[in-house]
């Protein structure tokens, strides 16, 4: 059964709500991972210390989940707006997400190189560099079908919803990585005083829950039907003009 506009239009006045509410969540674990990272750990700097390391998750929380979120969300916040111009900004968060964490993966590895700890043996480091060598690979490949010119409708049609699954796969495994991280650091830094409730335990396993409660609602907003863009009669008309021009199609094929 189809769903009504009416029921359409009422579903839409909760968008914000669901909207606001993943923003509330993702600021909280950005704010909650600097006082982590901050208060317990020592704070930050670029001298090879634990200090440096400390950077590494305040960039990846920040880029890899909050920002890659929200670089989602463009294209259900800004529903009626100019296409091209919503694909230019979902490039440019990706872009500064991406800038983002390339420091935090930098802030580790020179970490790791000053201290002499082995690099890239934890489930969390294979998981770490999986999501963000895929990132890089989704930002580009989104970039070459979309913005750039040279890729045909018909290719682009077929890459949208791969590229639109995958997306959402990143944002999994962005924040599946984060729990791992979260545990790891955890179990190095407080493991005799962990089970015993310690302030820093609970902070960041309220961390951890706060980005599944972000990860959830980002997830739930773009997938939810009434909340996708609706087609705009001006666009489809250059798809289809498009498409004439980069195929030899009439306006009236299929």
């Known amino acids: 059964m189809e769903e009504s506009p009416q029921h359409a239009v009422r579903g839409l006045g909760s968008l914000p709500w669901y909207v606001g509410g993943s923003q509330v969540l993702g600021l909280a674990c950005v704010v909650i991972t600097g006082v982590w990272m901050g208060h ?47 694909k230019i900004l979902h490039a440019v968060i990706h872009l500064l997400a991406l800038v983002i964490s390339i420091v935090g993966m930098v802030a580790v590895f020179d970490f790791h190189r000053t201290a002499k700890i082995p690099n890239m043996y934890s489930l969390h480091s294979w998981c770490g560099m999986a999501t963000f060598v895929f990132f890089c690979v989704q930002w580009v490949m989104g970039l070459a079908f979309f913005l750039l010119p040279g890729a045909s409708a018909r290719l682009r049609s077929w890459y949208l919803p791969l590229h639109a699954f995958f997306g959402l796969v990143l944002l999994i495994m962005a ?3 984060s729990l791992l991280g979260i545990t790891e650091k955890l179990l190095f830094s407080i493991q005799n005083t962990y089970s015993k409730f310690d302030s820093e335990g609970v902070l960041a396993n309220v961390l951890g829950l706060l980005l599944v409660g972000f990860g959830v609602l980002v997830g739930y907003v773009v997938t939810r039907e009434d909340f996708r863009r609706p087609p705009h009669p001006e666009e489809e008309a250059l798809s289809v003009h498009f498409k004439t021009l980069t195929e030899g199609e009439s306006p009236n094929s299929p």
């Open 40 to 86: 317990y750990r020592g704070g930050y700097a670029w001298d090879g210390s634990s200090r440096e390391f400390n950077v590494h998750p305040l960039c990846m929380v920040l880029g890899l989940v909050f920002l890659y979120g929200d670089a989602i969300l463009v294209y259900r916040v800004f529903r009626n707006e100019n296409k091209r111009n919503v």
């Open 175 to 177: 924040v599946g990585t």
